[in-house]
């Protein structure tokens, strides 16, 4: 099955879902060509030199091979031709070699090349990260010797949390960082699931790292963040020796076969500091938020290739008669259950991109100054990261669901993109943590102000939206059960903090669920407005959006606002099977 880059999706999302064009009013050298032009190129290289890899990766994959890891057969070539393309720099800092285009548009970019390979696309989504953490707060000497390199693609950048016994605690974090006296660190100690923690890919790996020194604070509070080059970098900029880290084996896992995740040994490694001692978590922050906006990204790119390959399959596959046009054998599209299948799985992509994109443009505007942005970004991120990669397992099943038996054969395809989709929701922290920053931090931005912006402006599109009344009344009433749902989280938890975070996974789905639908009605609104040929199809989409997942947002509601009550009576031993 090849992949079809949808451009024009993406820049329908990016223009109408996610209002770029205010950043077109605002950067320099964003504009309507400029955008065409970056989509049409990437959806060339990912469609003619990543799709192809594919399945190159997962049957191959990565392979450990006497103390180092090797890429899967064709990767090393074809991201040698990804970095020479600027592909890595689109959105970094025009100073350090970047183009200094949006990152929605980035983010648009990484949508086609996670699609084409999510496995590729892993290694240069965290160099991203780590390019995000080094402008925030690199030294002088970081960002002068570091910056350049991993812009270019030259060098690819990591990211190292978790530890053995850690797991999502990462104030039980233990590697340890031992002064050199001459204001340098010795890292010893275990990372584990270290995404392209090795490969062959690139002459350089800057690994960002979490860990303790002695004498530091208990809990997140002691822990800081280092910088530990694969090979020691010198004041030139020259690679000089291999440092002391290494991958000590690489997983074995249900998918992205070709992206090898590292165990990685640090034995006295040399290590410099970013930023302040004991502000590492925070300073990881800003690598973590951009990783979850992009892995937000990766459950719509999966869905999006599953759903292509199911719809193709639904109109080769025949089989049985068809209700609507009586043809035998007909071709499975002409069911009505598979056509609600494949309507849902197109309402669900095209909401979860507009979501993931309009969160881009808001970090975009945030950067420029605009508070009321920021808090839109920090209230999007996590549902952006756990909605999406839900979605995408949701998407990628149904892909398994359309092609019955053969679904669940390997030959066709079909099972790779549910494995390989089956991560997202537990990377850069599990989506019930997602949810649990939800209800903990992010209703209660600025006293409440961000929830009720977000709300007021989906207020605005249901009273534009005159031509499509029953999208209007669902939605509506999607914000009604969101707003109690939210408000009720708000209140309980001062008196029963155990309460809202019982209900954190079902108000996260109605937020999601609820933004999801204001996407496509927004889209419907624009579309018709512009008379664009897509507005019969929007229209229809959102319709079927507003009756089959907007209609059960009540009882999502009612599900948030349930209380922990049967949770705390439902003990291990109660739970325990007879």
């Not at 199911?310 to 599209?333: D, H, K, M």
């Not at 979605?391 to 395809?413: K, P, W």
């Not at 209703?443 to 029953?470: H, K, Y």
Request: aromatic share 6%; proline share 4%; charged share 20%.
């Amino acid at each position: 099955m090849t992949y079809v880059p949808p451009l024009r999706d993406l820049a329908f999302s990016l223009d109408h879902l996610a209002e770029a064009g205010r950043l077109k009013e605002l950067l320099a050298g964003y504009d309507d060509d400029t955008q065409s032009a970056v989509l049409d190129a990437a959806g060339r290289f990912a469609r003619d030199v990543l799709a192809p890899l594919n399945r190159i990766g997962d049957e191959t994959g990565a392979r450990y091979l006497n103390g180092t890891v090797q890429a899967a057969p064709g990767f090393a070539q074809a991201y040698r031709t990804f970095a020479e393309a600027g592909w890595n720099g689109l959105a970094a800092p025009v100073d350090f070699g970047g183009q200094g285009l949006p990152r929605a548009l980035s983010l648009a970019v990484f949508e086609m090349l996670h699609s084409a390979n999510m496995a590729f696309g892993l290694c240069p989504m965290l160099t991203q990260a780590a390019i995000e953490v080094l402008c925030a707060y690199g030294s002088d000497r970081q960002r002068s010797l570091y910056l350049g390199k991993l812009v270019s693609g030259a060098w690819t950048g990591t990211m190292n949390l978790t530890e053995p016994q850690a797991g999502s605690d990462l104030a039980s974090v233990r590697l340890r960082a031992e002064p050199d006296g001459d204001g340098r660190y010795r890292l010893s100690g275990q990372k584990i699931f270290i995404t392209w923690g090795d490969h062959d890919m690139s002459e350089n790996i800057v690994h960002l790292v979490l860990a303790r020194v002695a004498g530091a604070p208990e809990g997140t509070k002691g822990l800081s963040l280092f910088l530990v080059p694969k090979r020691r970098v010198n004041d030139d900029g020259s690679l000089s020796a291999a440092n002391a880290v290494s991958a000590m084996r690489i997983e074995e896992k249900l998918g992205i076969h070709g992206s090898p995740t590292c165990t990685m040994l640090y034995d006295g490694a040399d290590a410099e500091l970013v930023g302040a001692p004991n502000q590492g978590l925070a300073l990881m922050f800003t690598m973590m938020n951009a990783a979850r906006l992009q892995v937000g990204v990766e459950g719509v790119a999966i869905a999006e290739r599953a759903y292509q390959q199911a719809l193709a399959f639904a109109r080769e596959r025949r089989q049985g008669r068809s209700v609507w046009t009586g043809e035998y054998p007909a071709p499975i599209v002409d069911h009505p259950d598979v056509r609600r299948m494949l309507a849902l799985m197109k309402a669900r992509i095209e909401a979860a991109r507009g979501l993931c994109l309009a969160t881009g443009v808001a970090a975009d505007l945030a950067r420029a100054g605009d508070e009321r942005a920021r808090l839109r970004e920090e209230l999007f991120t996590p549902i952006a990261k756990a909605w999406s990669t839900d979605m995408g397992v949701e998407v990628a099943s149904l892909g398994v669901q359309m092609h019955g038996g053969m679904g669940y054969i390997e030959e066709t395809g079909a099972a790779q993109h549910y494995r390989d989709a089956r991560i997202t929701p537990i990377y850069e922290g599990t989506n019930g943590i997602q949810a649990i920053d939800l209800v903990g931090r992010k209703l209660a931005l600025a006293d409440g102000a961000a929830l009720s912006d977000l709300f007021a402006d989906i207020r605005a599109t249901i009273a534009a939206i005159d031509t499509l009344p029953g999208v209007a009344a669902r939605l509506s009433d999607a914000v009604v059960a969101a707003e109690t749902a939210t408000a009720w989280l708000r209140e309980t938890q001062r008196a029963n903090p155990a309460s809202p975070l019982a209900g954190a996974t079902p108000c996260l789905t109605l937020l999601g669920d609820t933004i999801g639908g204001w996407m496509l009605a927004k889209g419907a609104l624009a579309a018709a407005r512009s008379r664009d040929s897509s507005s019969p199809t929007r229209a229809a989409l959102a319709r079927f959006y507003a009756g089959h997942v907007l209609a059960r947002t009540p009882g999502i509601a009612a599900a948030a606002m349930a209380g922990d009550d049967d949770l705390r009576s439902l003990t291990p031993d109660v739970l325990t099977t007879a």
